[in-house]
Nanobody, 124 residues
Framework: QVQLVESGGGPVQAGGSLRLSCIVS????????VAWFRQAPGKEREGVAR???????AYDDSVLGRFTILHDSAKNTVDLRMNSLQPEDTAMYYC??????????????????WGQGTQVTVSS
């Protein structure tokens, strides 16, 4: 059974850092594409970062240079390190997988399995 569980969200002041973790069950993280998405109130869900089974990464322009997505094979997680957080980063953050080794893009429709989300709130 495939299951994704996010953790690590919470309140943080602008300029601060958080590390989100997505525990993946049913796949080894190096066999599938896993992506992080976020959704702020009243806005569409948007792709933040993704990593394929080989470890190649892609980022939305809004987080490039501030966020890092990486595998932790020992824990079978995909983590999102977030630095220099800004109030506009406030959102519910979700991880998702295509169930395939390749990432097909950042359209949420490509992703079959989703976690329940973890809230990130950045105050100014």
């Amino acid at each position: 059974q495939v299951q994704l569980v996010e953790s690590g969200g919470g309140p943080v002041q602008a300029g601060g850092s958080l590390r989100l973790s997505c525990i993946v069950s049913g796949y080894t993280v190096r066999s599938v594409c896993v992506a992080w998405f976020r959704q702020a109130p009243g806005k569409e869900r948007e792709g933040v970062a993704r990593i394929n089974g080989a470890g190649s990464t892609a980022y939305d322009d809004s987080v490039l240079g501030r966020f890092t997505i990486l595998h932790d094979s020992a824990k079978n997680t995909v983590d999102l390190r977030m630095n220099s957080l800004q109030p506009e980063d406030t959102a519910m953050y979700y991880c998702a997988t295509t169930g395939l080794p390749s990432c097909l893009g950042d359209n949420p429709l490509f992703y079959t399995y989703w976690g329940q989300g973890t809230q990130v709130t950045v105050s100014s």
